[in-house]
């Protein structure tokens, strides 16, 4: 958890958005297994519906979590880099306006 604290610290909304990435990922294929008739014996679902669907889902991607943790900690500074070649430099971060100080207004 200390290795995903420092990787929030250093990338920031690359990393978050990356683990937030995963998740929904991982949320949205369980969701569609399940909705597809994939059975996970460890979960009785009986006749839940849609609400059973999601709950299953979102339990098989509670349990996954350490694994997201390792994909998010090897793929962020792959995602990182990638954007750093796509983006335009006009597009660059610029510093907000009230970062700046009154000699450079």
Same mark, same amino acid.
């Given at each position: ?5 420092? =990787? *929030? ?6 990393? *978050?958005?990356?683990? =937030? /990435?995963?998740?929904? #990922? /991982?949320? $949205?294929?369980?969701?569609? @297994?399940?909705?597809?008739? #994939? ?5 009785? *679902?009986? $006749? @839940?519906?849609? @609400?059973?669907v999601f709950a299953g889902a979102y339990v098989a991607t509670k #349990? ?5 943790? @390792? ?6 500074p792959i995602v990182a880099a990638v954007l750093r070649r796509t ?10 306006p009230a970062a700046l100080d009154d000699a450079q207004r």
């Open positions: 958890m200390e290795r995903l604290k420092q =990787l *929030l610290a250093e990338y920031g909304r690359v990393a *978050l958005g990356t683990y =937030l /990435a995963i998740f929904v #990922l /991982a949320l $949205g294929g369980f969701a569609l @297994a399940l909705s597809q008739g #994939l059975e996970l014996a460890s979960l009785d *679902l009986g $006749g @839940a519906g849609n @609400a059973g #349990l996954i979590q350490p694994a997201r943790i @390792a994909a998010t900690l090897a793929l962020t983006t335009r430099p006009g597009r660059a971060a610029q510093p907000e």
